[in-house]
């Protein structure tokens, strides 16, 4: 992984010019999340997973979210995908082409997933129907979602992309289970690919697997970007050091609230928020691990309406208790969510 962090650094050197010339392109975003807030209902209880979160994601762009376990990064991916259950509270609106997504019809929504947005989740395995072949499966996809008319040409479709991930001609063959973890992740990266979506939400892809075959599958994502054959992402992890190497733009999640946003090399290199100044040194140390905490666990209590670092946070004030703070922009589109930066 040290060694992924150095080509990481190295390569957002180069990725932040190339960010800069696609900004001077200004393309119109794909997707325009504004203010998202997503609570959790069950019986009596209400989990406020999001809160007041906004970003536009641009063609070609990779931003990544980045936080510790509970943070509410994969909440924001399942709402892109319009996968939050009806029994729970979701407010805001999250635009893909001026439509809300959030107000879309079952219908609206089927023809919505996969070709225009995709999402590879932490656990690939479901996306797969087990009783039938890897190859049945990609057929399955291409003609329900009408990229390819007959089957003749999706299964065509289906070994073109698993070429790109370098898998082999027989898993079209095998049976999801019969996949190792690794070959597992890259049959779900290539039928998310497949329909050529504007946007793909990729849920810590890589976490589960060994660091040898998590190291192969991210160089094999960072080409298709560059092959333009993976186009808009929104990439979720908790470790910075996959941040580092996978993304142009970085925001910082604590329980739920952007706390710290900016170019991802910005934020890595000059941390603001405390709680991204602990997160990153604890990641220079160890290595994080998804499930370890850089502060709170869920049983600490913060407060209702402010931020959610105070009990954590050796530098807060009484208004840090009272209100979140909006985000202060510190240098270039750099901004972070802390009072301490109001007295510069
Ligand atoms: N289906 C659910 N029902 C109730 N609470 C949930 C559900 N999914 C997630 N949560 C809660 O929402 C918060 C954010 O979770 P999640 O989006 O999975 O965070 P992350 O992906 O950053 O680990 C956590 O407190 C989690 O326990
Ligand atoms: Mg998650």
């Given at each position: 992984m040290a060694v992924l962090f150095r080509a990481g650094f190295s390569f957002i050197a180069t990725s932040a010019v190339h960010a800069e010339t696609r900004t001077v392109m200004t393309?119109?975003?794909?997707i325009e999340i504004e203010n998202l807030n997503v609570s959790y209902i069950s019986r009596n209880t209400r989990v406020r997973a999001v809160r007041e979160f906004s970003l536009d994601l641009r063609e070609n762009e990779s931003v990544g979210l980045l936080g510790e376990?509970?943070?509410g990064k994969s909440t924001v991916g399942w709402a892109l995908l319009g996968l939050i259950g009806k029994q729970n509270v979701v407010t805001g609106e999250i635009n893909f082409q001026g439509k809300n997504i959030l107000k879309m019809t079952n219908r609206e929504l089927n023809a919505y997933r996969w070709t225009d947005a995709s999402m590879i989740f932490q656990a690939s395995l479901n996306t797969l129907d087990p009783l039938i072949t890897v190859g049945q499966n990609f057929v399955d996809l291409l003609t329900n979602k009408k990229t390819c008319d007959n089957k003749r040409d999706a299964r065509a479709l289906a070994w073109e992309t698993m070429k790109l991930l370098a898998l082999q001609e027989s898993i079209m063959d095998a049976?999801?289970?019969?996949?190792?973890g690794g070959m597992k992740q890259r049959v779900a990266i290539a039928m998310a690919i497949s329909t050529n979506p504007k946007v793909l939400v990729a849920d810590?892809?890589?976490?589960?697997?060994?660091t040898i075959t998590q190291a192969s599958i991210l160089r094999l994502m960072k080409t298709l970007r560059e092959q333009k054959k993976i186009r808009g992402i929104l990439f979720v992890s908790h470790d910075v050091t996959v941040h580092a190497y996978m993304t142009d733009r970085l925001l910082v999640m604590y329980r739920g609230r952007v706390i710290e946003q900016g170019s991802t090399k910005e934020v890595i290199t000059n941390p603001l928020h405390p709680y991204t100044k602990l997160l990153l040194s604890s990641e220079r140390i160890g290595g994080q691990k998804e499930g370890v905490r850089a502060g709170a666990s869920q049983d600490d209590v913060a407060p209702a309406d402010g931020c959610p670092y105070v009990p954590f946070c050796?530098?807060?004030?009484k208004s840090c208790s009272e209100s979140f703070p909006t985000a202060r922009t510190i240098g270039q589109d750099h901004r972070v969510s802390c009072f301490l930066y109001d007295a510069k």
């Open positions: 393309m119109e975003p794909n376990s509970g943070a049976y999801p289970h019969q996949l190792s810590e892809p890589t976490t589960a697997l060994d050796p530098y807060a004030m």
